[in-house]
T-cell receptor, first 116, second 111 residues
Framework: DAGVIQSPRHEVTEMGQEVTLRCKPI?????LFWYRQTMMRGLELLIY????????DSGMPEDRFSAKMPNASFSTLKIQPSEPRDSAVYFC??????????????FGPGTRLTVL | DAKTTQPTSMDCAEGRAANLPCNHS???????VYWYRQIHSQGPQYIIH???NNETNEMASLIITEDRKSSTLILPHATLRDTAVYYC????????????FGDGTTLTVKP
């Protein structure tokens, strides 16, 4: 299995531009998570989906952020317009939602976003 | 999810066992203890988890005290590649892994 795939790995953009981050979860996993990591705030959960449906988006910082999961194998996190304070590493993770025996998340390599 | 307390940093000599403690005194009966680690510039990686009993896998061992208020992650023979931030997380077995990551312990393995 290729694991969780994220693209791009690095993104540099200017303030005000739209940014789209992409994620392909592990095949068969029915949960998908988006995290953001900064030095100041650590690793924060932004939103997660179950069977392509957003379950909890309480971590999304503001209306400039939006996430979609049009099918089981693809999700996007969009920032419009981007601001310098959005600079961070964004991780996508997936899990298979098994019950009773514990379940673990598998993380992608992350997208390092720099907003100038 | 219960709150966890971990030391900010630890050092370990290469080849020796690394013992990373975690306090979770408010853990509930249905909450599991999970450990992840994050090597610099990579995504977090699952290590091990347990509910009551001690657990061992190819990466590490997890020792949970009888009262479940604390646990220890043991890397039996630490290598330089084990240098990472180690996160202890306690959570119920729902929401398929939704986890709150704290600050973790930065483990530095030294030659």
């Amino acid at each position: 299995d290729a694991g969780v795939i994220q693209s791009p790995r690095h993104e540099v953009t200017e303030m005000g531009q739209e940014v789209t981050l992409r994620c392909k979860p592990i095949s068969g996993h029915d949960y998908l998570f988006w995290y953001r990591q900064t030095m100041m705030r650590g690793l924060e959960l932004l939103i997660y989906f179950n069977n392509n449906v957003p379950i909890d988006d309480s971590g999304m910082p503001e209306d400039r952020f939006s996430a979609k999961m049009p099918n089981a194998s693809f999700s996007t996190l969009k920032i419009q317009p981007s601001e310098p304070r959005d600079s961070a590493v964004y991780f996508c993770a997936s899990s298979n939602g098994r019950r009773g025996a514990g379940d673990t998340q598998y993380f992608g390599p992350g997208t390092r976003l720099t907003v100038l | 999810d219960a709150k966890t307390t971990q030391p900010t940093s630890m050092d370990c000599a290469e080849g020796r066992a690394a013992n990373l403690p975690c306090n979770h005194s408010t853990i509930s009966g249905n909450e599991y203890v999970y450990w992840y680690r994050q090597i610099h510039s990579q995504g977090p990686q699952y290590i091990i988890h347990g509910l009551k009993n001690n657990e061992t896998n190819e990466m590490a061992s997890l020792i949970i005290t009888e009262d479940r208020k604390s646990s220890t992650l043991i890397l039996p023979h630490a290598t330089l590649r084990d240098t990472a931030v180690y996160y202890c997380i306690v959570r119920v077995n729902t929401n398929a892994g939704k986890s709150t990551f704290g600050d973790g312990t930065t483990l530095t393995v030294k030659p």
